[in-house]
């Protein structure tokens, strides 16, 4: 028998795994068996990382793929995404007006679309992950899902539980955090692990630079819902997204956990919110903090120090280093993982103490669907929903320690129990949103001192 099964046999091997297994919430299709060898792809959330993500599934070398379906909470971003990807992907894109789905419940409907064995992805909001990908597990689809995975305890903890469920079932999983794709910090990795920089006693990170995405926002237009606000601007409301320093400083945080190997045990954090206003003295109402500074620590005593800021006019560095007895590291130089990676000999890093430079330029993004693709097609082992959800804790672990001003351990986080958008299976257009505005126009906003270990 070959050692690399065809997509027919894996589809064959999940369908009996299926049969056996109890998994009484969920009432499984049967497999498809046909000779077709092209694997049928969905793309639920058309927003400007869905659309890289789908171009990047249509790009492996791990084909034939097609994109068969697409679903979005709002038309113009499906059309948008659809439009893009037809102009560079024409013969790769089969998306018909029937299969084009838009509305709450449109990811039942883009999934329906495939068969057992094909490739959902799942680039919405976070805080709709564990729904979607609930549904994806009743379809037995495999799943690419983008970072961050969760945004508070009860999800992280739904997400563990449901990803049992998919492992049961042989189902590949990607998530989107790509560093770990990048061929350059994972030769750093290893170099790390065999010891080249001795034990590691300190991990530092940086993302700093002006305001980006949604990171700040004004007052609701007119014509316009509460909830579709906050879900079109995700990056300025904490249930949806985590705010900044969960969607944008994750791949940073993710990478410290990588260098040293280990989960934090605790955070503690400062941050400030210096501006409220623009510059014509409208209140922004977001709810992140304009700067943030958060030290973590390891079970062995040794620190992680992350900075992350979001201010106009302000000294921008984005990178991480790594330090050890025997010497230091740039792990990425410019950016979420931006080459090349490097060992020195000493701290000061200079060019004399060089000992070990990558040269590898290959795309990460691409990486990372390349591993899931050819997992899926000679059915390897390929689960990486445990990583995504533990970057996840650990970034909201240091955001709720910078929002709340008190120290926070993993198992807090992880047990807490405050759902921040609780009910999301069963939301709908005229459902209210998970925030509410108060009497001064504004959302909640962070108040270190005064709520606890609630973030708002």
């Known amino acids: 028998m070959s050692t690399n099964p065809s997509r027919r046999q894996f589809l064959q091997a999940t369908g009996s795994l299926a049969a056996a297994t109890v998994l009484p919430s969920f009432g499984f299709a049967g497999v498809h068996n046909g000779v077709d060898e092209t694997i049928q792809v969905a793309l639920v959330g058309c927003g400007g990382r869905g659309g890289g993500a789908a171009m990047n599934a249509l790009s ?56 057992p064995g094909d490739v959902v992805i799942l680039t919405t909001p976070p805080a709709f992950r564990w729904v979607h990908y609930q549904y994806a597990i009743s379809k037995k689809l ?40 990048q061929k350059p910090l994972q030769e750093l990795h290893k170099r790390v692990m065999d010891g080249e920089i001795g034990d590691i006693l300190l991990v530092r990170g940086y993302r700093m630079h002006g305001p980006a995405a949604y990171s700040e926002s004004l007052p609701k237009p ?39 190997n280990a989960v934090p045990v605790s955070a503690q954090a400062i941050g400030g919110r210096h501006y ?11 709810q992140n903090l304009d700067t943030y500074g958060v030290e973590y620590v390891f079970a062995d005593g040794s620190r992680f120090f992350f900075d992350g800021r979001c201010i106009h006019n302000t000294h921008g560095i984005y990178s991480s280093y790594a330090h050890g007895t025997k010497g230091s590291a740039i792990a990425s130089r410019s950016g979420d993982c931006g080459g090349p990676s490097s060992i020195f000999s000493d701290h000061n890093m ?16 691409q990486n990372e669907w390349e591993a899931l693709m050819d997992a899926i097609r000679n059915n390897k082992p390929f689960n990486e929903v445990k990583t995504g959800v533990e970057a996840s804790l650990v970034s909201s672990m240091g955001r709720m ?10 198992d ?24 509410q505005i108060d009497s001064t126009g504004r959302y909640p906003v962070p108040m270190p001192g005064q709520k606890g270990i609630r973030e708002y």
């Open 401 to 410: 320690a910078a929002h709340t001003g008190q120290l926070i351990t993993y």
């Open 142 to 181: 495999n799943v690419f899902m983008e970072k961050p995975v969760t945004v508070d305890g009860p999800t992280s903890r739904r997400m563990l539980e449901l990803n049992k469920q998919a492992e049961a079932l042989g189902l590949k999983v990607g998530v989107g955090l790509m560093s770990r794709h």
């Open 60 to 115: 492996t070398k791990h084909g034939p793929v097609k994109l068969v379906a697409m679903a979005d909470a709002f038309e113009d971003r499906l059309k948008g995404t659809f439009d893009n990807l037809t102009k560079a992907a024409k013969d790769k894109v089969d998306v018909p007006e029937d299969r084009k789905f838009v509305g709450f419940d449109a990811y039942k409907k883009a999934m329906d679309v495939l068969r």
């Open 350 to 365: 200079a060019a004399e103490a060089l000992k070990w430079q990558s040269t590898d330029n290959s795309n990460p993004y």
């Open 412 to 435: 807090q986080i992880l047990n807490h129990e405050h759902e921040y958008a609780p009910g999301l299976d069963t939301i709908t257009a005229d459902s209210p949103a998970p925030v």
């Open 222 to 260: 007119e014509g316009m819902t509460d909830l579709e606000y906050q879900i079109r601007r995700f990056h300025s409301f904490l249930w949806a997204s985590g705010g900044v320093f969960s969607d944008f400083y994750i791949h940073i945080v993710d990478q410290g956990l990588w260098l040293k």
């Open 276 to 286: 409220k206003a623009n510059g014509e003295g409208v209140p922004f109402v977001d």
